[in-house]
């Protein structure tokens, strides 16, 4: 069966500070070649090959649903890429291919930065909803269902941009069953780029920062701190014009 390739959808709030943003569209334009459908929040980016504006909403988990199901309905190709405004994406990222349409298949080496400290944390099994590339149509029926559960939650909550809720369902697709409060049974599988990614933190991010171990409630093991020095594959100093330190 033939394919269509891989495209991408870019999603934003605007909510980072405008150089994070313009930095992190520069390096997808150097590592990414193909159609990117652009979903920007009440107002339009001259950004990726299409842009549609979701209007009228707020920043919230619910809106920001509807800005991805906006993105893979829009897209053409078989396979897509989950493009998030403050993440620096290597150009090996995109190397990747699905090896099954059933699968959401998540690029597991990405490092957490707190901008612009001089220290950067992973560890083995950071999955973030940043790093997914899967079957478009698995991804739009995903979201479909996903947002037409929603209304059902939401009336036992306050609305809030990060309700308990989502939480509990979870924010990556395929990654939490049913038996532990998922919407679906659906698969994942973890992969590893060459280089990683960068995964900015700020203080708009729209989940918590959680860059050091205090911040997890279950600290992983294999937590793992490295300096702004030591990111492969990356010049971070460069990027952001920050002073080198002395030897």
């Not at 159609?35 to 809106?63: A, M």
């Not at 269902?145 to 989502?166: C, T």
């Not at 590893?192 to 918590?208: G, M, V, Y």
Request: proline fraction near 5%; glycine fraction near 4%; include cysteine.
């Amino acid at each position: 069966m033939s394919k269509n390739g891989a495209g991408a959808i870019y999603y934003t709030d605007f909510r980072a500070d405008p150089f994070i943003l313009q930095t992190c569209r520069d390096q997808i334009n150097r590592s990414f070649d193909g159609e990117i459908i652009c979903v920007s929040l009440n107002k339009p980016l001259d950004f990726g090959t299409k842009n549609l504006v979701l209007e009228n909403e707020e920043r919230s988990y619910e809106t920001m649903c509807k800005q991805i199901l906006m993105g893979l309905k829009a897209l053409s190709t078989d396979y897509v890429f989950f493009l998030e405004n403050d993440v620096l994406y290597h150009k090996t990222h995109f190397d990747f291919s699905p090896l099954r349409d059933d699968v959401y298949y998540y690029n597991i080496n990405n490092y957490r930065w707190l901008y612009y400290q001089n220290f950067l944390i992973t560890y083995e099994n950071l999955t973030s909803l940043s790093m997914l590339c899967c079957d478009r149509e698995l991804a739009t029926k995903h979201y479909q269902y996903h947002l037409d559960h929603i209304d059902k939650f939401m009336q036992f909550e306050v609305k809030s941009k990060e309700p308990k809720w989502a939480r509990r369902l979870g924010y990556e697709p395929g990654t939490k069953p049913r038996r532990r409060g998922g919407l679906t049974d659906e698969e994942h599988v973890k992969v590893r780029s060459e280089l990683p990614n960068i995964d900015i933190r700020h203080k708009r991010t729209f989940s918590a920062p959680k860059v050091t171990i205090e911040s997890f409630r279950c600290p992983p093991p294999d937590f793992t701190q490295i300096t702004i020095d030591e990111v492969p594959g990356w010049d971070l100093r460069e990027m952001f014009n920050l002073p080198r330190t002395e030897k």
